[in-house]
T-cell receptor, first 115, second 113 residues
Framework: DTAVSQTPKYLVTQMGNDKSIKCEQN?????MYWYKQDSKKFLKIMFS???????INETVPNRFSPKSPDKAHLNLHINSLELGDSAVYFC??????????????FGPGTRLTVL | DQQVKQNSPSLSVQEGRISILNCDYT??????FLWYKKYPAEGPTFLIS?????DKNEDGRFTVFLNKSAKHLSLHIVPSQPGDSAVYFC????????????FGQGTELSVKP
């Protein structure tokens, strides 16, 4: 009964490959997010979706494409993986599109290693 | 250009004493500040928040103080317990920015028995 789940937990792949990370939330939330935690430990937002509609798209390479088939799922597809894509990717959700008034609930993270 | 900074990567405290974690920010338009706690191999979990119109918010052992003139906030944990050992992230939000949170790089707290 995990609130926000991500698969896989670990992903090791070669440069140039295409991979996807899946995220699901069972909290009934309207808004979902993808964050990237780089080697310097900063958590940086990549995308947010509200009811399947893209709300935030930070300056992320277009090799990264989020897909939201329904409001409970937000998947992240990455084309032509590069060494610099190695990081931990966190999915999160919140009841609404809001700032600090709505808590964001995070998944356990997916550690991506590009060789 | 990091708008939220936690300059202490680690902090070690004795059980029962006070832990003080610090956070500095540069953008005076932030409307909410939050603290998240993260255990290894888990995602961050929300701990406590404060509106920019307040200077203090308390929840049990956790108190957050906001000094807007200094663009500084701090999290106080009293008394500290070994189970508090984790990485603490400070985050800030801007009104009407789609729920975007801007995080600091975290401070690893170790509470020793």
């Amino acid at each position: 009964d995990t609130a926000v789940s991500q698969t896989p937990k670990y992903l090791v792949t070669q440069m140039g490959n295409d991979k996807s990370i899946k995220c699901e939330q069972n909290l009934g939330h309207d808004t979902m997010y993808w964050y990237k935690q780089d080697s310097k430990k900063f958590l940086k937002i990549m995308f947010s979706y509200n009811n399947k509609e893209l709300i935030i798209n930070e300056t992320v390479p277009n090799r990264f494409s989020p897909k939201s088939p329904d409001k409970a799922h937000l998947n992240l597809h990455i084309n032509s993986l590069e060494l610099g894509d190695s990081a931990v990717y966190f999915c999160a959700s919140s009841p609404r599109v809001a700032g600090g008034t709505d808590t964001q609930y995070f998944g356990p993270g997916t550690r991506l290693t590009v060789l | 250009d990091q708008q939220v900074k936690q300059n202490s990567p680690s902090l070690s405290v004795q059980e029962g004493r006070i832990s003080i974690l610090n956070c500095d920010y540069t953008n005076s338009m932030f409307d909410y500040f939050l603290w998240y706690k993260k255990y290894p191999a888990e995602g961050p979990t929300f701990l406590i928040s404060i509106s920019s119109i307040k200077d203090k918010n308390e929840d049990g052992r956790f108190t957050v103080f906001l000094n807007k003139s200094a663009k500084h906030l701090s999290l106080h944990i009293v008394p500290s317990q070994p189970g508090d050992s984790a990485v603490y992230f400070c985050a800030a939000s801007l009104y009407n920015q789609g729920g975007k949170l801007i995080f600091g790089q975290g401070t690893e707290l170790s509470v020793k028995p």
